[in-house]
């Protein structure tokens, strides 16, 4: 079966950093584009990055430019998130996709908590 | 960046009635390579989101054909033909037209 599974989240206090990490089984990432989506409590869901095939090229929204990286490792078929300078807002359940007809395969989610 | 605005934001629906969420986009979303990259998810509470509709229409594979989206430009529209339990959730749509994705603000399915 088709899988991405996350991992990496927990809690973690304003200004620090965590990285997330994605396995996919069942597929070959270096064939697609991946996404990270992230949905804050009480919130709805928001694109956070992109990044293509050979992982040139990355996009992300405004709001983690700077301090989030989108990265991939195709032979170890992963796909990470490397986020720094973290605030409060960051909080929520991050997932990861493969973005492809839009995003076609979503992993489970993994939660980041940023408290003191 | 592409505003993806959805309407309603809420939506209380009886069993076995239709349901209708609309979508519009700031700008158009068709590509330069001719295809308009909207596409339309559900999210069940507890669950990961999941693919309904791809390129404004095309079912995802093992989605019921209750569901069904349209439209073309900016304007689109998801339609459920008869609500079922299951469909309970927050209905989002999201243009892949740019590489910064963006998604609508999510449409909340409830049954009356």
């Known amino acids: 079966e088709v899988q991405l599974v996350e991992s990496g989240g927990g809690l973690v206090q304003p200004g620090g950093s965590l990285r997330l990490s994605c396995a996919a089984s069942e597929f070959s990432l270096s064939g697609y584009w991946m996404s990270w989506v992230r949905r804050a409590p009480g919130k709805g869901l928001e694109w956070v990055a992109n990044i293509n095939p050979d992982g040139s090229d990355q996009y992300y929204v405004d709001s983690v430019k700077g301090r989030f990286t989108i990265s991939r490792d195709n032979a170890k078929n992963s796909l990470y998130l490397q986020m720094s300078s973290l605030r409060a807002e960051d909080t929520a359940v991050y997932y990861c996709?493969?973005?492809?007809?839009?995003?076609?395969?979503w992993g489970q989610g993994t939660t980041v908590t940023v408290s003191s | 960046d592409i505003v993806m605005t959805q309407t309603p934001l809420s939506s209380p629906v009886t069993l076995g009635q239709p349901a209708s969420i609309s979508c519009r986009s700031s700008q158009s979303l068709v590509h330069s390579d001719g295809t308009t990259y909207l596409s339309w998810l559900q999210q069940r509470p507890g669950q990961p989101p999941r693919l309904l509709i791809y390129t404004v229409s095309n079912r995802f594979s093992g989605v019921p054909d209750r569901f069904s989206g349209s439209g073309a430009g900016t304007d689109f529209t998801l339609k459920i033909s008869r609500v079922e339990a299951e469909d309970v959730g927050v209905y989002y749509c999201?243009?892949?037209?740019?590489?910064?994705?963006?998604f609508g603000q999510g449409t909340k399915l409830e049954i009356k």
């Open positions: 996709a493969r973005a492809f007809n839009g995003m076609d395969v």
């Open positions: 999201m243009q892949a037209t740019q590489f910064r994705y963006t």
